[in-house]
């Protein structure tokens, strides 16, 4: 075990213990991964439509199974509205693509050249072996068992290394994999810290990382040194563009939930609104109306009470928007809703934060933050929201609200993985195309077709053509030793026929 061998799991809602649970360190996560090594070979061997089959048995048994929200809501502490209609909704939708792309994506593609056309050449796409999936504590499926899907899909076997923040629902999705009847080797879970997550990158053939961009720097490294693939989606600091002529209501709407959907802890979420200034004042109004009519309470695990946000899942981010919202006002920023932590509620509570008078000199302009604070900038116009949508090392995600043709031609030259135009979030769940980050937001994609063959590698396997098996031999026979000066001649020929021109 490793030192502190603990992992306490509390409520951020409620500060209740839920489980006290054995850290994995180094030995327990290499038995693991001895597991998963052990069972690669017949699960890269079962033919895909039966690796499919048991992934939709899996999400049949979570679809059934009513602890696995309750656990959810408890350790996370988002609303149950999330984790039913965003986590699980995801979860699902994900499985029936990766059900039924995974055949097209995986299938062998048929290569050729005019050269050796006496020759057949497939390309076959075959997996690496042991995936690692280390995923954040901010969506315990969604960025966790989820990624699990489209390795598995492609013949790996998976061990996932959930955040010590919020792993009991990892841990419920492992026993609901064998309570499908899946062979228990090919999908391991193991819940420890950071010592877990290094030795796993150190043992495993393939990572998918989802977290904080310095850590994702050190996977990547070590990935490196290592030589296997890696995918990482890692910080954003996602601009939300309203031009002039948009719908400031649907706009506003949209903000709000973008802006503090699971209390501003999304990846994807937008993380700074920058308004044309000639709308800024209408929208800055309807925004203010719909952040100050969100409901905050302690969500309750079996029913979906009526309520917006829940409790910050993990606590330090309160320091973040903390830290950032004195910074901020001191350099001339203005409050305009929220900015105090919600004693009354009993736990890991903060009242959803607007900021107007944001420069980009200020650090919640600048640094993720994670949490539920959302600065508002006006800009002149759409080249200077263009010009600050960009100004930023992170690339991960934006939405641009407008006319359409406008906003469209705005969103094709921001420097995200993924742009929505008069939407957000949602483009998330649009599971057939691939996402990835640009800057320093990741390497890689998930989803889409390049999702799915992520994990893999290609083989090339060259065999003769039937009929033109003669030419063949005759045409290796002279390539080969011994070396013919008559050949040469010939090739010359055809080089220069064949090459010179075009």
């Not at 998976?158 to 492992?174: G, H, Q, Y």
């Not at 937008?270 to 409901?295: C, T």
């Not at 600050?388 to 090392?393: E, T």
Request: glycine content about 8%.
């Amino acid at each position: 075990m490793s030192a502190g061998a603990s992992l306490r799991i509390v409520s951020p809602s409620t500060g209740e213990l839920l489980a006290d649970l054995p850290a994995a360190g180094r030995a327990e996560v290499a038995a693991a991964v001895d597991a998963a090594r052990e069972a690669a070979p017949a699960w890269a061997a079962t033919p895909l439509p039966e690796r499919v089959a048991a992934l939709k048995r899996w999400r049949r048994a979570v679809v059934d199974d009513e602890e696995l929200l309750r656990t959810l809501v408890r350790e996370s502490g988002k609303p149950r509205h999330e984790a039913e209609g965003v986590e699980l909704l995801y979860f699902c939708e994900l499985t029936r693509f990766v059900a039924a792309a995974a055949r097209r994506a995986l299938a062998p593609e048929r290569r050729g050249t005019l050269l050796f056309a006496v020759r057949r050449t497939d390309v076959h796409r075959v997996p690496v072996g042991v995936v690692g999936v280390i995923g954040p504590w901010n969506f315990p499926i969604l960025n966790n068992a989820a990624d699990a899907l489209a390795p598995l899909a492609a013949g790996n076997t998976v061990v996932l290394k959930p955040s010590e923040v919020t792993p009991l629902t990892s841990l419920r999705m492992e026993e609901l994999w064998r309570k499908a009847g899946n062979p228990p080797g090919v999908f391991r879970v193991v819940a420890g810290r950071g010592d877990a997550g290094a030795a796993l990158v150190d043992l495993v053939d393939g990572v998918m990382f989802t977290g904080a961009v310095e850590t994702g720097r050190r996977v990547a490294a070590r990935c490196g040194e290592r030589l296997v693939p890696c995918v990482t989606e890692l910080g954003g600091k996602s601009p939300f563009v309203v031009l002039s002529g948009a719908d400031l209501d649907r706009a506003a709407q949209s903000a709000a939930w973008s802006g503090f959907f699971h209390s501003g802890q999304a990846c994807i979420r937008s993380e700074r609104i920058l308004v044309e200034e000639r709308v800024a004042d209408e929208f800055e109004r309807l925004f203010l109306e719909r952040v100050r009519a969100l409901r905050q309470e302690v969500p309750a695990p079996d029913a979906a009470r009526e309520h917006d946000l829940g409790a910050v899942t993990f606590p330090r981010q309160i320091e973040v928007v903390t830290r950032q919202l004195e910074d901020a006002v001191s350099k001339g920023a203005r409050l305009l809703a929220g900015g105090r932590p919600r004693a009354d509620l009993g736990g890991a509570f903060f009242e959803p934060t607007v900021l107007a008078g944001v420069t980009a000199e200020m650090a919640v302009f600048r640094e993720e933050t994670f949490g539920p604070l959302v600065p508002i900038v006006r800009v002149a116009d759409a080249d200077e929201a263009l010009r600050l949508a960009n100004d930023s090392h992170l690339g991960l995600s934006a939405s641009v609200w407008g006319p359409p043709r406008a906003a469209r031609r705005l969103a094709e030259r921001i420097e995200a993985g993924s742009v929505a135009v008069n939407g957000a979030l949602v483009h998330y769940l649009v599971v057939s195309a691939p996402l990835g980050g640009a800057k320093a937001s990741g390497v890689g994609v998930r989803h889409g077709v390049e999702g799915i063959r992520a994990f893999t590698r290609s083989r090339a396997v060259s065999v003769p053509r039937a009929l033109l098996a003669p030419l063949d031999r005759l045409l290796l026979s002279r390539l080969a030793f011994p070396y013919d000066s008559r050949v040469l001649g010939l090739l010359r020929r055809a080089v220069r026929l064949l090459y010179r021109r075009g």
